[in-house]
């Protein structure tokens, strides 16, 4: 790249968001730069991971016939965790995977309805489809701002010697860090980071022999499973924690609302380390070795907190827009189809040669009607509702353990005796009217 060259669309981060638009953009002929601040896509990227495929598989359709994926998975779990036991409820069946042959491989049919990944590698395959389709990216490059001009964006300042780049558009994709350095501004600095919007995770990559994972996790050769938990995993802290099997590893994380952090003044290495010692989660790693220990803000805001989209000159996709869907723990595919959706409006603006916030307003039409802002605005209640009722993460999964622990235990007492015991774990903590009244708002929270 020299240090004049403009080109007709620049895309900042090359995560899933910024690949998935570049891509887009390629294939249709558009000159597109993507920078990565990264030295290689993936570098610095964390995720828990669970990759959706529907999402990918428009962009690259077969794409688990050929990108680094660790396991299809077939099972999914919720445990509560109280101090010492574990209550869990889990869900496999062979219609996640279809196509996948029990005894592992690469099915012709598929794709499974999703997979484990680590950014590192995922990242990195993404992106050289991107470079592959005619996109010039460009790492280690860090874009430090915009460039203005009479109110509209025309292009980006990096951290090189030949700093600025111009193009007919900026795409901004480079995640939440964006939220409090890029989007401000174009916001008029109305925005930015705010802690209550935001969950601070911490994961740990552990590794361990295949056979061991598919023996401790009572899996079919090849298959993976999920595990998302609440209550003791998070050490007091409004948060979930969740075990996820890769190939010869083990994601393990946790996380909790950043104001939470800041108000019990825990430190996140202390959480994932008594998350680790518990009973029920020791012997699922033990005698495997940390092979990596990452951390992560995730923008936890939803609808509500959505920053603006669009504007003269630019695009917003991804992290960088708060699109994520935590209840459903789905952020990649998110940032993918918005990537694409920006693209898509870019490619068309390009037509009419009108890169104004009237042409990109098509942007937050095109995301109105599709499955991201869809799923956001249905659960544009649930961050009030999870602020307001601790109690769901917190002693929720001790009354569980304890009910359990009353109905399940033969002490020769009779039956009746333990029905009456059960209910009583249950009404010591919450009255009928609190749990109905949070059973109703969290029934409302998500209309
Ligand atoms: C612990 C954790 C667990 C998660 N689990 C899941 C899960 O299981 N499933 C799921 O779907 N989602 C999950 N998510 C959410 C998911 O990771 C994100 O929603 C997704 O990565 C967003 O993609 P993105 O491309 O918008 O941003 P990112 O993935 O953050 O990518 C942004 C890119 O921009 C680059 N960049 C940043 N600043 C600059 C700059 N100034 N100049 C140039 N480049 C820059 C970064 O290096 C990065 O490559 C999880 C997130 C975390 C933190």
């Known amino acids: 790249?020299?240090?004049?060259?403009?080109?007709?669309?620049?895309v900042v981060g090359a995560g899933p968001a910024g690949t998935a638009a570049a891509l887009t953009l390629?294939?249709?002929?558009?000159?597109?730069?993507?920078?990565?601040?990264?030295?290689?896509?993936?570098?610095?990227?964390?995720?828990?991971g669970v990759l959706y495929s529907k999402t990918l598989n428009k962009l690259v359709p077969g794409f688990w016939k050929e990108a680094p994926l660790e396991r299809p998975v077939?099972?999914?779990?919720?445990?509560?965790?109280?101090?010492?036991?574990?209550?869990?409820v889990g869900y496999r069946s062979p219609r996640f995977v279809p196509g996948h042959a029990a005894e592992g491989g690469v099915p012709d049919e598929g794709p499974a309805n999703a997979f484990t990944v680590l950014r590192a590698k995922f990242d990195r395959w993404f992106?050289?489809?991107?470079?592959?389709?005619?996109?010039?990216?460009?790492?280690?490059?860090?874009?430090?701002?915009?460039?203005?001009?009479?109110g509209k964006v025309v292009g980006v300042q990096t951290g090189r010697d030949d700093g600025k780049v111009y193009a007919d558009a900026v795409i901004v994709t480079a995640g939440l860090h964006a939220l409090n350095s890029l989007i401000p501004k174009m916001a008029d600095g109305r925005l930015g980071i705010k802690p209550e919007h935001v969950a601070l995770a911490v994961k740990q990559i552990i590794a361990l022999p295949k056979e061991k994972i598919e023996d401790r996790f009572n899996l079919p050769a090849g298959m993976g499973a999920t595990i998302e938990l609440v209550g003791a995993s998070t050490s007091g802290l409004t948060g979930i924690s969740f075990i996820y099997t890769n190939a010869d590893s083990i994601s393990i994380g946790a996380g909790a609302m950043l104001s939470d952090y800041v108000k019990s003044g825990k430190h996140p290495y202390d959480v994932i380390e008594d998350f680790k010692a518990h009973p029920a989660i020791k012997p699922l790693i033990a005698g495997g070795e940390v092979k990596e220990y990452l951390g992560h803000l995730i923008p936890e805001g939803g609808y509500n907190a959505v920053p603006k989209l669009y504007g003269d000159g630019f695009m917003v996709a991804g992290d960088s827009a708060m699109l994520v869907n935590s209840v459903h723990r789905e952020g990649s595919n998110l940032a993918m189809e918005s990537g694409r959706l920006a693209a898509e409006t870019f490619i068309k603006a390009k037509e009419r040669k009108d890169y104004s916030a009237r042409s990109f307003a098509a942007y937050r039409d095109a995301l109105d009607k599709s499955f991201v802002l869809k799923d956001l605005r249905k659960y544009r209640g649930i961050q009030h509702y999870l602020d307001s009722h601790p109690q769901i993460f917190l002693s929720y999964p001790e009354m569980v353990s304890e009910a359990a622990f009353r109905f399940l235990n033969v002490d020769e007492a009779p039956k009746a005796e333990h029905e009456k015991m059960m209910v009583q774990a249950v009404t010591n903590r919450r009255s009928m009217m609190g749990l109905l009244s949070d059973l109703w708002a969290g029934w409302r929270a998500t209309r």
Request: hydrophobic share 45%.
């Open 26 to 48: 390629a294939r249709a002929g558009v000159k597109v730069v993507l920078f990565e601040r990264g030295e290689f896509p993936g570098a610095k990227n964390v995720m828990g």
């Open 127 to 150: 992106a050289q489809k991107a470079v592959d389709a005619g996109a010039l990216l460009i790492t280690e490059t860090a874009v430090e701002d915009l460039l203005w001009e009479n």
């Open 1 to 10: 790249m020299s240090g004049n060259e403009r080109f007709d669309c620049i």
């Open 74 to 88: 077939i099972e999914q779990n919720l445990w509560m965790l109280s101090s010492d036991s574990v209550a869990k």
